[in-house]
């Protein structure tokens, strides 16, 4: 069977892009292989770890388990959409370094972008929701307690509200 | 890279048929955290797919005009959660699905994949089994609706048959009006687990609230495909609400469940948790509904 490539058309990190893929790629292959975007991991590649997470369409999505070829007009962010022109870390990323929330790092860009999608949502959540909503992600040098509180004290920061540790 | 033979995406369900029939062996990939998954094991290596994901016409949920609540298929955990429909009617499956993974799968995983598989332990069956849910199948020779109890054949067997696709579920009208759920998910962790058992129960009180006019239960890996009781519901409808009654009711259920040992829980405790899940989820179903248990 020879190899079969589709044209796949979509906004990454807000420039439309295009370029032939192969169809049995994931989309991870396709962002860090032709796109260049390492912050998109490949960690377990069955979509439990969440290492490869990115929002596609406002929603978080684990790429690896995503074909690639469903990117077609999709609206695609990573890490990378974060940073500012020279290379400014965002407030959540800040948060991250602040709070220790990173030890190796190789779980972080996934974890971010799910904060991304809890705090665009715009609402207070409780420590109980914040859990639910983080848990699609494994950190192996256990850093959760640091996740929570740095995703917690930027989500307060954005809503202006004061927050108090207990 | 996936181990992938091929892969044709279908435009619409007219083409995902034409598809399937022009390619018997092919396999239908809907959300993909099944299939995809199964082919990085090897389980499904090789094979030839067709993309369904793309029929955005088999997402969302709506009201058709006798008051049936239809789901898109291709409708994903999250949104049916979130619907308004499904939380104004039948809230307990958006509870249910929330509870299917962590939140990425929520976002991918379908309620159609999830019936599709034909996995006991799949979290939205045992509740579309308690609530009568009709499954519309679309084939070569048109559409046909079945009850859900005889969609699912054996494990991992369901009654679809060549070139056909699920294209929705079906809760009709007077399977909700006047009920209200509870389901308990029993696993290990709290996320990115499958149950080891899961019990879906609703019921239907009198007007003065006081009688059970109608219980329904079912369970999720209390026998090899989802279940539903019925010498228990027998044993229920038109008794006074009382904790006898429940208790009553939920050793019942004892009668008809086929519980079996598995590396993940002993047939005695899953019969010990089918027995507690019951009377804590009729005791919810009952507090939902607006009634007091004497």
Redesign the interface.
Known sequence: MSVQYKLVTCTINGVERSGMVDVRASLTDMLRNDYRLTSVKKGCEVGECGACNVIIDGECFNSCIYLAVWAEGKNIRTLESLLGPNGELSDIQQAFVDETAIQCGFCSPGFIMTAVEILEAGKLYTDDELRKLLSGHLCRCTGYENILRAVKKTMYKRLGVEWTEE | ???????Y?AGSVAEAIELLQEHPQAQI?AG??DV??QM??GKRAGAELV?I??LDELRGVTLEADGTIRIGSLTSF?HITKDPIIQKYINVLGEAVDMV?????R??GTIGGNTCNGVTSADSASTLFAWDAIVELTGPDGVRRISIKDFYIKAGVVDLKPAEIQTAILIPKKSYEGYQGHYIKYAMR???DIATTGCSVNVRLSDDKKIIEDVRIAYGVAGPIPMRAPAAEKMGNGKVVSREVIEDFSKAVLEDLHARTSWRATKEFREHLAVELAKRALTESVHLAGGEIA
């Open positions: 890279m996936y181990d992938m033979k091929a892969l995406e990939i993909g955290s995809l998954v990085r094991e993309s994901y793309g999250s993974g962590g939140p990425q799968i976002n991918i709290n996320a990115m």
